[in-house]
């Protein structure tokens, strides 16, 4: 995850914040939480983000992708710098379940096209596959 992050960051120079965020299933009476996993670009107020919360909630909540070309037409954003314009957030799966997403921001408004999108899927199911031969 942390050598993914860098590459995207580093080769695609729309990509100004890179990060995942892991689902973690609570103790019990405890609501699910996505908590910030390895990142690239500057620190995040929102290191933990319930499920009814942002555009990342709603991409895990839905497990669909979630591109938005203009966070501030989105009442769902949450924002994480002031120099973000769009997003996308694309769920990862370990068996048919959420169990987090690669979630990125960039400084120009409409940045992920669907070759991005395309890209960003097929690295989230990279780690989806990986996370799915560890060990529980
Ligand atoms: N913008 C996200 C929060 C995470 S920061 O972008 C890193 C959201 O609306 O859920």
Redesign the pocket.
């Known amino acids: 995850m942390s050598r993914m992050v860098r590459l995207l960051h580093e080769q695609m120079l729309k990509y100004n ?1 890179v ?1 995942f965020y892991l689902l973690e299933n609570g103790a019990p009476g405890q609501p699910p939480m996505l908590v910030l996993g390895p ?1 690239e670009g500057a620190m ?1 107020p ?1 290191t933990r ?1 319930p499920l009814h ?5 709603a991409a895990a909540s839905s497990g669909k992708t979630v591109v938005v070309d203009d ?1 501030s037409k989105d009442n ?5 710098s002031l120099e ?1 314009k769009s ?1 996308i ?1 694309v769920p990862i799966f370990v068996r048919g379940k959420v169990v987090g997403e690669l ?1 990125i ?1 960039s400084h120009f408004a409409a940045a992920f096209k669907d070759e991005d999108r395309e890209l960003v899927e097929y690295c989230a199911g990279l780690i989806g596959a990986s996370l799915a031969k560890s060990p529980a």
């Open positions: 914040w990060g990142f995040t929102h983000i919360q942002g555009i990342c909630g966070v769902r954003y949450l924002a994480c973000t997003e957030v979630d921001d």
